[in-house]
Structures are given as C-alpha cells and as structure tokens.
T-cell receptor, first 114, second 112 residues
C-alpha cells in the first residue's frame, strides 16, 4: 500500500518568509510525528498527534513553529519568519494503534533558507 | 535529558563478514527500541524493532537488547555492499506511541 507522502520535497525560502510543509500519513494510522534532521545528525522529535489532538509539542524549537492536523489525517507544519537555522530536512512519520507502534517515515522535505 | 549514543564511524567491514553496530541509552525506563537504515539523501527505513531482553532475528539481521546494561546492538550477517548506509538507533521511552529519541547514527561501509 501507499506509504507516507510529503510535499513539497524541496523548498527554498528567503529569510523571513513563511513556509508550510504537508504530510499525508499511511491510511488508517492514527499517530503522526514530525522530526527535524540536520546534516550529519539523527532526527530530532518536534511534535506528535493522535488523530486530531496534538499530544506533545515539546520539541518545537520556537513559537515560530506550528503544526496542525485538523481532521486527523493530513498534517501541516508551518514555520513563520524563517531563519537560516531552520534549514534542515523535515521528516514526517506515522504509526498505527499498536501493539508495536512502529513509525514509518515519509521521504522528507528539504528546506533551505537563504 | 534522554540520550542515545552511537559510534559515528565510519565502520568498515569486508563483504561477507558480520557487521556489529552498538547503541547505549540513558533512560533506564525505555520500553521500545528500533534500528533504522538511512541511505544518503533518503529518509530512515525501519529494519528492526525489539521490546524484550535477548535476541530477535529477521533474515540477515539480529537485534540484541540488554536492558540492565542499557545496550542495544544490531548484527548484520553476510554483509553486502548494499548494506552500506547510516544506521540509526532509536528509543521510545514509553510503551505506546511517543516521539523517538535517535542517536546520531553509525556510518557503515561494506568493502567489496
């Protein structure tokens, strides 16, 4: 079946612009996660949704980062007033209802802020 | 602060040999452990999960977990050049759906 999809795959933004990154999880997966991966590093957790509820946003680096999943399916990660340090790959993952909660990743969106 | 430590490598292994990748974690209460493979420019791909002490085998891969030592390892038997990638260790502190804490990854090179 279809995996996790993300769009756009690449995004170039000028410093100060707002961007929106989309994630479409595996059909039927109730949990959705966003991660940020800098070059040469492992992914770092940003936020987590169970259906439409955002249960953990402890990893969001600043109040410029905002995520939503209004209908419990597609999610959008929005970054306002982008800064150069926001340049990274943004990964979305989804998992089912258990018992193993294995997370499957989408292809990622590479964001470059110039 | 939950931490997951891996040797960044590169780890160079001859083709056909066993590659051994190691990971330690700081949160003693961690419940779920995962190994992901990441090719350059691609996203992480789940290859193994392990939840209880001991060994878990899947094809050429064996995951080993020792909760007392807070240690997870991945063995790759009969290593192939296509196994060359970065291997990420990830830990879930809780038993359910939760954000993963990743190590920085070990870069594995299989020499033909």
């Amino acid at each position: 079946g279809a995996g996790v999809s993300q769009s756009p795959r690449y995004k170039v933004a000028k410093r100060g612009q707002d961007v929106a990154l989309r994630c479409d999880p595996i059909s039927g997966h109730v949990s959705l996660f966003w991660y940020q991966q800098a070059l040469g590093q492992g992914p770092e957790f940003l936020t987590y949704f169970q259906n439409e509820a955002q249960l953990d946003k402890s990893g969001l680096p600043s109040d410029r980062f905002f995520a939503e999943r209004p209908e419990g399916s597609v999610s959008t990660l929005k970054i306002q007033r982008t800064q150069q340090e926001d340049s990274a790959v943004y990964l979305c993952a989804s998992s089912g209802q258990g018992p193993t909660y294995e997370q499957y990743f989408g292809p990622g969106t590479r964001l470059t802020v110039t | 602060q939950k931490e997951v430590e891996q040797n960044s490598g590169p780890l160079s292994v001859p083709e056909g040999a066993i590659a051994s990748l190691n990971c330690t974690y700081s949160d003693r209460g961690s419940q779920s452990f995962f190994w992901y493979r990441q090719y350059s420019g691609k996203s992480p791909e789940l290859i193994m999960s392990i939840y209880s002490n001991g060994d878990k085998e899947d094809g050429r891969f064996t995951a080993q977990l020792n909760k007392a030592s807070q240690y997870v390892s991945l063995l790759i038997r009969d290593s192939q050049p296509s196994d060359s990638a970065t291997y990420l260790c990830a830990v879930n502190a809780g038993g359910g759906a939760d954000g993963l804490t990743f190590g920085k990854g070990t870069h594995l090179i299989i020499q033909p």
